[in-house]
């Protein structure tokens, strides 16, 4: 498998970090972005602190996937809430045999495809409601990426990325054939990547932790050090957690003991943090809204899950950026 013509679909601070990473290595990188962050990255290129090193790559960047062409790989990095659009984006992008790494949040829209038992094939509401993604992306293609690093876009174009470094990589059908590659490439870029034989287990133990302290960082606009200093607040977190695992045992995914205690010195302000003081719309479906979806037709009751998501969807009411 040939990798030299990567292109980043959504180079904000996730997919701006692994653009600059690997072109760093002489891999050829391109970025599909709207109009005018590519006009930015053409004229600037990306300018990122990554663990504390100064980054300043160049890429060709444009907002026509056509302008672009076929890729050996393609990696989307965009808001899960963004895909509908981005999926009509990919083909102009794509060979016959182009995989497409998802590098984002929450759970996928292919949750249960090829799940078997009696939640095999079934269809969440909460992500993918007409079926749209499931017809434009073929499975055939998908590679989901788990996230382990947290990176940050600021005001004046720069990227900050100071926090964890990993990456791991599989396929719905848990198919590894070809991963060492991509792996072999982002590890070239100083990337933890890995390979997961269950890539469900990997975005289940990624989701329960997003569903248990981004909810509350909205909420309280504080990091999750801080929330975890609030006694009270912990033991709701790691409430979330045991619910999050119930579920996940119930589908046969066990993601084994959870709790916010790993997480006590992550200065990290979380996702939705972030997207609510950049007026952007709140990252839900994807995260909360799926997860209690997921456990309803778990039938695992979630009742402080299920408090989260309604606070946190009245928080983006209020703040205008979710519908009333």
Sequence with gaps: MTLQKICIVGPGGIGGTIAARLAETGVEVSALARPAKADVLNTSGIRLTSLGREIHARVRAASDPAQLGPQDLVVVATKNNQLTEIAAQLPPLCGPDTPVIFAMNGAPWWFFDGFGGALQGTRLQSLDPDGALAKAIPLKRVIWGVVYFSATGNPDGTILHNNANGLTFGRPNDDVTGLDAIAEV??????????????????????????????????????????????????????????????????????????????QHAKVRVSLLQDLEAGRPLELASVVEAAVEIADRAGVPVPFTRAFLGLTRLRGRIAGLLPQ
Excluded at 191 to 213: G, H, P, Y
Excluded at 238 to 261: F, H, W, Y
């Design 186 to 263: 982002f590890s070239r870029a100083g990337f933890d990547a890995k390979i997961a034989a269950n890539i469900r287990q990997e975005i289940w133990t990624k989701l329960a932790v997003n569903v248990a302290v981004n909810p509350p960082g909205a909420l309280t606009l504080a990091t999750i050090t801080q929330m975890w200093h609030e006694p009270l607040l912990r033991e709701t977190m790691n409430t979330v957690l045991a619910e999050m695992r119930s579920v996940g045992q119930a589908l046969g995914i066990d993601p084994g003991p959870l709790s916010v205690d790993k997480w």
